[in-house]
């Protein structure tokens, strides 16, 4: 069973940065894909960022140019680089990890709030 731990959230004023990561707690070979996703309350979970086995990556509209998902292979470990951060950024963010073998997996939440 593969365990994520998100960190690195955090209280930002608009136009700063954060970088959010997301550790697993054991190394797999059979990593599918990878991602960000964020929920507010009363929201549906959404697509922020994710990245492929080999390396493609895809980003919601809103936040394209600004947000930058990579991975270190070798320890697992997953990262978004926030920046221009605005105040509709404001939400949970969680990391997802989705195995070839169909495994699907969730961190439990990290707070990221962005004060106008």
């Known amino acids: 069973q593969v365990q994520l731990v998100e960190s690195g959230g955090g209280l930002v004023q608009a136009g700063g940065s954060l970088r959010l990561s997301c550790a697993a707690s054991?190394?797999?070979?059979?990593?599918?894909?990878m991602g960000w996703y964020r929920q507010a309350p009363g929201k549906q979970r959404e697509l922020v960022a994710t990245?492929?086995?080999?390396?493609?990556?895809n980003y919601a509209d809103s936040v394209k140019g600004r947000f930058t998902i990579s991975r270190d292979n070798a320890k697992i470990i997953l990262y978004l680089q926030m920046n221009s951060l605005k105040p509709e950024d404001t939400d949970v963010y969680y990391c997802?990890?989705?195995?070839?073998?169909?495994?699907?997996?969730w961190g439990q939440g990290t707070q990221v709030t962005v004060s106008s």
């Open positions: 054991e190394r797999t070979f059979s990593i599918k894909n």
């Open positions: 997802n990890l989705v195995t070839m073998f169909g495994g699907d997996y």
């Open positions: 990245m492929g086995n080999c390396g493609n990556t």
